[in-house]
């Protein structure tokens, strides 16, 4: 499992970055969320990995 904390605002990101942080459940800054380490998972925070934080979660 994989916690994705959101750590810069996304007033200035492009549409594309918004619409996966919203795919993901991030609504503002500060918010985490616990998810599976999977290939889609990996591919959306590669999309937004200039604004999140990722670390290894307790299972």
């Known amino acids: 499992m994989i916690k994705i904390t959101l750590v810069k605002s996304l007033i200035g990101a492009i549409?594309?970055?918004?619409?996966?942080?919203?795919?993901?459940?991030f609504k503002k800054i500060g918010d985490s969320i616990?998810?599976?380490n999977t290939e889609a998972t990996k591919g959306k925070i590669n999309v937004?990995?200039?604004?999140?934080?990722?670390?290894?979660?307790?299972?």
Do not use: D, F, R, Y
């Not at 549409?15 to 459940?25: F, Y």
């Open 15 to 25: 549409p594309k970055q918004k619409a996966t942080a919203a795919s993901l459940g």
């Open 34 to 36: 616990v998810l599976p």
């Open 48 to 59: 937004i990995s200039h604004l999140v934080k990722v670390e290894e979660a307790a299972e």
